[in-house]
């Protein structure tokens, strides 16, 4: 399993949510309190958005996060206002490159955390529903990076979670297909440089960890003493795997089978159910 | 492209091999001269079977093979007779271990110097003609690797030269309905531990180089004062992508569109043709 | 602070030590019990004599050992009756090739787990004091390797225990003369192909762990059932950082402040002291 | 040896400069037309300025610079107005992180091309010479990286070609000390943040090679239809170890035995001279 940061709002150095927080993402590539495993040492990756490329950047290497120095490089002199990451406990698959997340499609970017049960009896299955166009650009060998290919087949950049619902409804069909209870464990983000899509869902009603930050003035009147919440916009927003630290008032729980919509004009929060191919909208 | 190296002999230290020869394999990585990349920096391998183990050994790593310590500390300090080297240059595929030579299964080796052309196209058709029981182990995302399980698929384990004719056809016809008209280029060396086959053929009849060494009794008349011919065994035999030296009379072409077979007892070569599936052995 | 293992005695595969055991090396790479941190995963080696070349082979890489593909692979096929491993946790140095253990110098290997106080302060003192003809050869940056030098200078090859005193004494002379209260912590092994000597000092007389396992023919004695110990001769011994199970009567605890060799004809434990470069023996 | 680029002028993304030029610093990573080395396959570095930050950052990596893709990434999404690019051929000195250029102290940068001659031997006396307050933050085993730390002892932070002066007068006095007949083969770029400063020099009066760019307003009027000379300021200015293209009266050799700074304001270019500490200024 693994652990994610989703950060959408007033742009910042990179350091300042991966490096400072007392519970920071590098922190917890050591000593995670909520994961599946407590150390996450199976490689990481970043990417973020600029105003002036048309794509996102994406830094991934193999090593673990916690004594990268080109992680602590670029999270120190890059700032963004739209920046992913992401550290890895890999659950068989290899430690390469091309099996760390973020993954990328032009501006669209994936991060998981979660399993898709029996991925060896189902990888088969699952890698002939991707688009053929699509198939030949598949590089890695995990189910994240297949599921991010199933999304980007059923629609993703036309309609998120309707794609991501028929995503979870073509695994879901495989795994009962083979006799797999419960084929499918998920977080998920998702972002195009201007929106982010978190996802909470597992077919056992048992998902993964995922809390979303409380809107920053409320966290203003909660905390008048706390100078960086006078620095960042009222539109800024984390998703996490866990929370950085024990503010009180800080950290949400996103609900079971939900996912959520961080935008410019309001966010959002919805049920999330998964869908098969067919099925109306 | 690609250089390889296949010995089957006398059992010697890697390093003998790898490292002492004028013009060995560690040279090759930053000169060669008959490849079509002059530097081959992109990863290398080497796989060793030893009398006490039932699978071969395999190391692999994503640098260059000059520069690899490790590479050096296991040449000079292990011993086999019966070995593979081979060091890549990407067509454009991820540089990471899973893409490295020489891939195994059980206790076969494969590698291979060469390319399916506009691979990128034919890589679904291909990877759906895998047997789905293999396809989960699928790692990596090169050709070579695919051309093996393909070869798997094909009765590699019973027959290797029928196997490997039937993947030649394969992707010969795989080429042909995509409209790509010269599909295949190979030199390939595959080994079960006890003998190895080595392939040389191209669509186009114009393929990557290959040799093979001369008889040692024959060289030892040829060269009545090489200490090294003394201390190794009449059956001893060396393939490779381009010869490790000038000594004359050492080095012969594998003519074009063959096989041999290195083997106790006596080696042998001869033609090579792809075959569809169902034609006659 | 780091976790090792020295083993000495019938030749076996390194994977039946470093892998199969319950609370393996590998598996203190993730969750040590008894270190200073839990994870160990900055970088490992392994270091091997065999019967048929003059130097130990080392193998080093900077991952953590519990993902590391090449690890698994050479400790699955490499046999050897004398052998270390070590994997890194550090504590602020470069997590680099020549920063892991064990260090090499001709026939003789060095692995170390512990810290030199305040060694930022005190390493030009402490590189000063290496042979001149000496100091060229330091490759890396850690406390490790200095003390690894500074032992060859005052006579590893001669004297191991009074080199290791010489060492001790110097570094803790140099501490004090810097002001630090408890200069030296250490567990170190060192071998020359033929004997293993370790020991376990520190200032402050509260060192690291450190354990040997019992005679093996007292262990058969009390656990006749157990078919490893029959294969295994009965000089065989492991020296570890912790132990690598729970079998009653297999582990005892190196005292403080001592030493012991493993050596053919019977092994011995004493009492070590660190000694000025002046004193008498 | 290696080769280098130093930029300084409008804020461009690093790839323009890095991978777009016909015979951009990725080509001679394996093809260099005027290098000691054709391949420079050994590691590689960036570091670059932005204008919130103290310190420019620097990514450095061990594998070859033509297959990274974090270098690929970050050089397609990253803006700098000055920034720094190397890539490494090792004559023998570890392949590891901390040995590749640029190397970095608070807000000042430093790489180098050439080598001191008999390094192995000289290097004992040379670190001594390192301020003892600097010499703990030693961390690799190049002569590069060490002659960074002399300039820094000998003032490179109030005066740059002093301090470069008297660096280079005190490695040919130990040279010369030891019967090394030419001791320095040195290019180097050094900068501020604001400043670059760029030296040619060896013992021997047969320097590495070393250009740089005309003034942008003479090649305006010299190619009136070149679209890239319209984008940038007039102040623009490249340092390359070889050439980038073939376009007429871009490129000007540095002469011999100089050094140039690179600054708002206006470019000099001056003679170098090695110094001896004592000397005048």
């Known amino acids: 399993m693994c652990r994610w940061i989703a950060y959408s709002g007033t742009p910042i150095l990179l350091s300042q949510v991966l490096f400072q927080p007392e519970h920071s993402l590098i922190d917890q590539s050591l000593h995670s309190r909520m994961g599946v495993e407590t150390t996450n040492g199976d490689g990481f990756g970043i990417g973020w958005y600029t105003p002036d490329t048309d794509t996102p950047a994406v830094l991934r290497d193999v090593g673990p996060a916690w004594n990268n120095r080109n992680l602590l490089e670029v999270s120190h002199h890059v700032r963004s206002g739209l920046f992913f990451a992401h550290i890895r406990a890999s659950t068989g698959t290899a430690v390469q490159q091309t099996n760390c997340h973020p993954f990328r499609s032009g501006r669209w970017m994936w991060m998981h ?57 073509l695994i879901e069909k495989a795994g009962h297909a083979h006799g797999v209870p419960n084929p499918l464990q998920m977080t998920i983000a998702v972002a195009d440089g201007d929106r982010v899509w978190t996802f909470r869902y597992s077919s056992e009603g048992r998902s993964r960890s995922l809390f979303y930050s409380t809107r920053v003035d409320t966290l203003r009147a909660l905390h008048p003493d706390a100078a960086f919440l006078r620095d960042i916009s009222e539109e800024t927003r984390l998703v996490v795997s866990e929370p950085l630290g024990t503010l009180p008032g800080v950290w949400n729980e996103v609900p079971e089978s939900s996912y959520g919509i961080v935008q410019p004009g309001g966010d959002v929060l919805r049920t999330f159910r998964p869908a098969l191919q067919g099925d109306p909208a």
Chains 1, 2, 3, 4 share one sequence.
């Open 113 to 169: 955390n979660g399993a898709i049960s029996e991925f060896h009896r189902l990888r088969r299955d699952l890698a002939l529903a991707v688009d053929p166009a699509l198939y030949p650009d598949i590089e890695g060998s995990t189910d994240s990076e297949l599921m991010f290919f199933l999304a980007l087949t059923f629609g993703l950049r036309e309609d998120p979670p309707g794609a991501v619902a028929r995503m979870a409804g």
